[in-house]
């Protein structure tokens, strides 16, 4: 069978991504994944570096995604199949280019966990990701901001005469296009992904990158890769260096032996060939090799705690078997990024495919064997030698321009090849890509002003070029609002407040009050901030029906907690009694009605919309907010009027168990 490449539909019980969020991404993410190295830790010199080097400030230009809810319903969704007759891929150009299932046709195995269903949640940088399959996760640590976003995809000429898939985009939190070139040569076991991210512009920038593959995963599940240290990094935030394959008493290659989710970075030593594998009891599973320039890999687990296994099913259907991700980046950690140099390139090659190895050294005690079983049984199905070849044989095909194209990304490369006239062979970032986000700005581009926008404002470019286009161009209300969020993202904290209250004095709006509630808080400013928001929720309240409905949900989300922390607790249900009763009855608002009643002393009340039950849609990966607010209750239960002592938390804990349902603690208490 010649490789071939096609459409097809995929249909899957699926949630509605919903819209982005409206406001501006000011404050910084919500990154679990951050760490400090202590004094004197046992950190090599190089990753020391790069774990301080250029970490995420901001989501800045990019919008929050959380406007999807939990109802599914089947659903189309466009799919690309890449085939031979050994192997099939199936790719969603709608959805990141997620590599959704990979199919060894011999033996009749999925080689990837395979979501029976599209359930977003709380997970990538920016919020909407989703379980399974392999995704190409680029811009800075977690999850891209691409997960639920589509890319562009065009078939290609491949090295061997057949056909690629190649999936590229424009990354916006780091400015940068990247490629991936899916080719399955005709008979091979192996799907190859040759990739590049490429740096355009006359300075140096961070560049994060690691390849995410979820595997099934069972009790006797093995993940193995040449290595006899690994770095641990927890939910507590913490970094150390631990054996390979045991530590504290556990086994940690078998993901279902931990309790807690957990990162393991495999410490491979140097001239070692980079290669990660997940089997089963037989010995059968996916292995995951490449050339040396993605040095990193990983094991993801969730454990088989009560929490990972609670997290594992809200994002699937109930019943589903579990997974654990194997993973390989561009350096040891994720917590790392590294510095691409102006006019440069990263550039590598992957491959994925089937392995079967002796289980008895697989799963046996010795672990130089077991993993050197995998290696030699890799040496022989795909050696190190063929893995380079083919890497030297698709780079000329990497600036080949496509020949057809199969799906449309984001037009914001467009928009920047407009701008700066970049020349990127082999990615078409062509005008007609362009959309209704980018309008205003091609304006902008061609006249030198800036539009004003009626209803709700786009997103903000935040590049410095944009920021000195702005600059120079006639003041007004939107010219004010978006060079504030531009300047904001540059640091130029003072500056960006001024242009906000220029904006205000051009026409009072709600979305500057919001750009300067956020100020006073980041300030520390909590009463003044809580006059902003309040000041922003009227201002909303007063604008047309559809304005309305669509950002004061939004505003509601954070002018509450921040109405509550300034002892505002009757203003903060105020703003939730301003949200139609669909609203309301979302499983974040019905938390913070439960806040709001804590705060006004009507515990009770609170206690109450516990009991009725609810879900947050948008949980946050590591949020221990519904713990948290369950126990503050249960404790003023405990107290009355009186204080919050340590037995009093102490007998809360004990006669008010955190029901399952609410367990999502990602670390020991």
């Not at 990141?96 to 990837?112: M, Q």
């Not at 056909?163 to 899916?182: A, C």
């Not at 997290?311 to 654990?324: D, N, S």
């Not at 010795?366 to 698709?394: Q, T």
């Amino acid at each position: 069978m010649t490789t071939s490449v096609r459409r097809t539909t995929l249909t899957l019980p699926a949630a509605a991504l919903g819209p982005d969020n409206p406001l501006p991404a000011l404050a910084g993410p919500r990154d679990v994944h951050r760490v400090t190295v202590p004094e004197g830790a046992d950190v090599p010199a190089d990753m020391a570096r790069q774990l301080a080097y250029r970490p995420l400030d901001s989501l800045l230009p990019v919008r929050r995604r959380d406007g999807y809810a939990r109802h599914r319903v089947p659903t189309d969704l466009d799919a690309l199949v890449l085939e031979n007759d050994r192997l099939r891929a199936t790719v969603l150009p709608g959805l990141g280019g997620r590599v959704h299932s990979l199919h060894h046709k011999p033996t009749g195995r999925e080689l990837l966990y395979r979501n029976p269903v599209f359930q977003p949640a709380d997970f990538a940088l920016n919020g909407a990701w989703f379980s399974g399959g392999i995704e190409w996760n680029i811009g800075a640590t977690g999850h891209t901001t691409l997960s639920c976003a589509p890319v562009h995809a065009a078939r290609v000429p491949a090295p061997d005469g057949g056909e690629m898939l190649r999936l590229w985009e424009w990354e916006r939190l780091r400015d940068l296009p990247f490629q991936v070139d899916l080719w399955l040569p005709d008979g091979s076991d192996f799907l190859y992904a040759g990739v590049r991210v490429l740096n355009p512009h006359h300075h140096t920038a961070p560049v994060y990158w690691w390849s995410n593959i979820a595997v099934p995963e069972d009790a006797r599940t093995r993940v193995l890769a040449p290595a006899e240290e690994a770095f641990h990094f927890g939910y507590e935030r913490t970094l150390s260096r631990v054996p390979v394959p045991e530590s504290g008493g556990v086994d940690h290659t078998y993901p279902l032996r931990s309790e807690y989710p957990a990162d393991y970075f495999y410490e491979i030593p140097p001239g070692e060939r980079r290669w990660i594998a997940s089997l089963d009891a037989d010995g059968h599973g996916l292995v995951h090799t490449s050339t040396d320039t993605l040095r990193g890999r990983k094991l993801f687990l969730w454990g088989a705690g009560r929490a990972g296994r609670h997290w594992q099913e809200w994002l699937t259907e109930p019943g589903t078997p579990g997974y654990a991700e194997i993973q390989a980046g561009l350096a040891r950690t994720q917590l790392e990024h590294v510095p691409l140099e102006a006019g440069a390139e990263f550039a590598w090659l992957e491959a994925y495919g089937p392995l079967a190895a002796d289980p008895r050294a697989v799963h046996g005690a010795d672990w130089g064997a077991a993993r050197g079983a995998v290696a030699d049984r890799l040496a022989a199905v795909l050696p190190r030698a063929a893995v380079d070849a083919a890497y030297a044989a698709w780079r000329p095909y990497a600036d080949v321009e496509p020949k057809e194209r199969l799906a449309t990304g984001s037009g914001w490369g467009a928009l920047e090849v407009a701008r700066a006239g970049y020349d990127l062979p082999g990615l078409p970032f062509t005008e007609d890509t362009m959309g209704e986000e980018q309008r205003p700005w091609r304006e902008l581009l061609r006249t030198g002003d800036l539009p004003d926008e009626p209803g709700v404002p786009g997103p903000s470019p935040v590049a410095p070029a944009w920021r000195d286009l702005l600059e120079s161009a006639r003041p007004g209300p939107s010219t004010d609002f978006h060079l504030g969020v531009a300047q904001w993202h540059a640091g130029d904290r003072a500056q960006a407040v001024r242009s906000w209250e220029r904006a205000l004095v051009r026409g009072r709006s709600c979305w500057p009050l919001y750009c300067l509630a956020v100020a006073e808080a980041v300030a520390g400013e909590t009463g003044r901030a809580a006059q902003r928001y309040a000041e922003a929720v009227a201002c909303a309240g007063e604008a047309a029906e559809e304005v309305r409905h669509t950002v004061l949900p939004a505003l509601a989300r954070e002018a509450v907690p921040a109405l509550i922390a300034a002892g505002r607790a009757d203003d903060a249900a105020a703003v939730l009694a301003r949200l139609r009763p669909e609203d309301r009855a979302r499983g974040r608002f019905r938390l913070l009605t439960a806040q709001v009643l804590l705060a006004r002393g009507e515990v009770a009340a609170a206690r109450a919309v516990f009991d009725e039950g609810f879900e947050v849609a948008d949980l946050r990966e590591g949020d221990e907010t519904l713990g948290d607010t369950w126990y503050a209750i249960a404790e003023r239960l405990v107290a009355g009027d009186g204080p919050v002592t340590g037995e009093v938390r102490a007998r809360a804990r004990a006669d008010h168990p955190l029901p399952e349902r609410y367990e999502y603690r990602m670390r020991p208490a």
